[in-house]
């Protein structure tokens, strides 16, 4: 089974509102996200919140897990995916890692990142757009021991790097795998 793991948990400083809770289409940012990945054919979802933690939790109901990060505060990436894949170890053969502020998600890039999870059983599965690296992304439950042994001066990032030689590569031919809402420029631009 594929869990994915949605980062909602960051404090929206840049943006100066709950990135999570403003509107996008029909719904919400946070609401977005999950509707996609819902149309991707994930349903096991877990949504891991910090910042604005009744508001998001009310907001996605009882339509997906919640779990809370408690050290939200630190701003930190890597404290929420190990939050999400302790949560779900037993369950799970692999974790499709997204971020909540990212609504442009498309259906159908996951469902490419899925799939290809699927024919190749990769270790880490990526997409990539003009040969940039982007969101979501999977990894393989034989891997999330290291990503939870991981201490806080580490990053996704050294991660990736350092298991460059395991990632399945997705070409993708659109730049929404790039794109996030951090600042309200940012949600003037992409906002449909």
């Excluded at 999950?34 to 054919?41: E, N, P, R, Y």
């Excluded at 979802?45 to 779990?67: D, F, H, M, P, Y």
Aim: aromatic content about 6%.
């Amino acid at each position: 089974m594929i869990t994915s793991i949605v980062l909602a948990a960051g404090e929206s400083k840049r943006m100066g509102e709950p990135k999570m809770l403003m509107d996008w289409g029909k719904g919400s940012v946070l609401q977005t996200v999950i509707s996609t990945l819902q149309a991707s054919g994930v349903s096991d979802i877990l949504v891991v919140t910090g910042g604005a933690r009744q508001q998001v939790e009310s907001l996605v109901g009882k339509t997906v897990q919640t779990i809370f990060n408690k050290d939200y505060a630190n701003g930190k990436m890597l404290t929420s995916i190990q939050i999400g894949l302790e949560a779900k170890k037993r369950e799970a053969g692999a974790a499709l890692i997204c971020l909540g502020d990212q609504p442009q998600m498309e259906e159908r890039n996951a469902r490419k990142i899925i799939e290809a999870w699927h024919q190749h059983r990769a270790r880490i599965i990526a997409p990539s757009y003009q040969k940039r690296r982007g969101h979501p992304w999977l990894i393989a439950r034989e891997l999330w021991d290291e990503i939870l042994n991981m201490n806080e001066d580490e990053t996704m990032r050294d991660f990736l790097n350092k298991h460059k030689a395991d990632i399945f590569y997705v070409e993708v031919d659109t730049p929404s795998i790039l794109q996030d809402l951090d600042t309200p420029e940012d949600y003037a631009k992409f906002k449909p």
